[in-house]
């Protein structure tokens, strides 16, 4: 029996939660959270850090147990795990939850039965330099999670990319 994860702290609600669930590869674990900060750098430097948890208690929980420890945060809509897919990708995808699709589990059948037999995925792989924007929109119900499950179908990778960080000049143009 798994005791009790610990709770989780965030002092800005506006910083994306990314927990570690993997302790495999240090050197995939430093490259993920490179990329996490490296996100934020130059045009992004006005968007929050983010709040990482490297606590070896966390180590192989599986994402049903990780929604229900974050879900004692009512701020946070998504949250992001390194798991072993992020630490053996060479992308580092993390694997976002959805912490709102529980609410379709009190929805009245008669109305709604069709939604409550299929209720919407609840992961999808975000690859670091899209974590905020995720995040964000979610933060701030812009975009609903299903959209950004679509999106990742429609990646060769299988992931949600930023498209204003892909479509940032490289400065090779001329």
């Known amino acids: 029996m798994r005791e009790e994860l610990p709770r989780v702290v965030r002092d800005d609600a506006w910083a994306p939660l990314v927990i570690r669930t993997d302790f495999t ?8 959270v490179a990329a996490l900060a490296q996100a934020v750098e130059g ?3 006005g968007e929050s850090a ?4 490297e606590d070896r ?7 049903d147990l990780a929604l229900a420890a974050a879900a004692r945060d009512e701020e946070l809509s998504v949250v992001f795990l390194a798991d072993d897919v992020t630490m053996r990708s060479p992308l580092r995808p993390l694997l976002a939850l959805d ?5 379709y589990q009190d929805l009245d059948p008669v109305y709604y039965q069709e939604l409550i037999d299929s209720p919407p995925p609840r992961e999808v792989r975000v690859v670091p330099d899209a974590v905020h924007m ?9 975009v609903d999670f299903a959209e950004f499950v679509e999106d990742a179908a429609g990646d060769p990778d ?4 930023d498209a204003t960080a892909a479509s940032a000049p490289t400065g ?3």
């Open 43 to 45: 045009e992004r430097g």
């Open 57 to 63: 208690r966390w180590e192989g929980v599986p994402g």
């Open 172 to 174: 090779s143009e001329g």
């Open 134 to 142: 995720v995040h964000g929109n979610m933060q701030l119900a812009n």
């Open 50 to 53: 983010v709040h990482l948890v």
């Open 158 to 161: 299988g992931g949600v990319r």
């Open 25 to 32: 590869d240090d050197a995939a674990w430093r490259e993920v």
């Open 99 to 103: 912490l709102g699709a529980d609410d």
